[in-house]
């Protein structure tokens, strides 16, 4: 199996520009998570689907943040307009069901730094 | 509202046991994970526990109390290679879903 896929892995861009990020679960995982990591604030969940569907949005910072997942096997997050404050490792992770039963696998992350 | 709370740091000898602690509070409990994060790299899944007790994997084994509100993650004959962060994760009542602690930084030194 190829894993968590996410692209892009490094992205830099000015402030006030839209960033995507992507993410391809593990094949058949139900669940997927979208983590954004800091050196301040360690791993912090931003949003968790279940089936496609978004089951907690907590965590997403403000309105600038938005995700879907139009099928099981994508996802994006975006953000529009970026900030400096945006910079961080986003890491889109799935599982087979949902926590704790099953265990979360991580992508690789996508690396941002916004100017 | 949850709390986790970890070292920051800790060095080790190549060889030797180190013992990685975790407490937390958190509104009902329905597990504790352990992760290894190399820098640079994805969190990669190392153990899991709902009982009390101690559960061995190899060379690392983790242990849970619940009644106290602590864990400990225990590295037997460290290698150079553990050098990593470990994060302590809790999954609480109704979510379920994993919050994380800060994690800690381990450097293994010759």
């Known amino acids: 199996d190829a894993g968590v896929i996410q692209s892009p892995r490094h992205e830099v861009t000015e402030m006030g520009q839209e960033v995507t990020l992507r993410c391809k679960p593990i094949s058949g995982h139900n669940s997927l998570f979208w983590y954004r990591q800091t050196m301040m604030r360690g791993l912090e969940l931003l949003i968790y689907f279940n089936n496609n569907v978004p089951i907690d949005d907590s965590g997403m910072p403000e309105d600038r943040f938005s995700a879907k997942m139009p099928n099981a096997s994508f996802s994006t997050l975006k953000i529009q307009p970026s900030e400096p404050r945006d910079s961080a490792v986003y890491f889109c992770?799935?599982?087979?069901?949902?926590?704790?039963?099953?265990?979360?696998?991580f992508g690789p992350g996508t690396r941002l730094t916004v100017l | 509202g949850q709390n986790i709370d970890q070292p920051t740091e800790m060095t080790a000898t190549e060889g030797a046991i180190v013992q990685i602690n975790c407490t937390y509070q958190t509104s009902g409990f329905n597990g504790l994970f352990w992760y290894q994060q190399h820098a640079g790299e994805a969190p990669t899944f190392l153990s899991y526990n709902v009982l009390d007790g101690l559960e061995e994997k190899g060379r690392f084994s983790s242990f849970l109390s619940r009644s106290k509100g602590y864990s400990y993650l225990l590295l037997k004959e460290l290698q150079m290679k553990d050098s990593a962060s470990y994060l302590c994760a809790v999954s609480p009542g109704g979510s379920y879903i994993p919050t994380f602690g800060r994690g800690t930084s381990l450097i293994v030194h010759p």
């Open positions: 992770a799935s599982s087979l069901t949902r926590p704790p039963t099953d265990t979360q696998y």
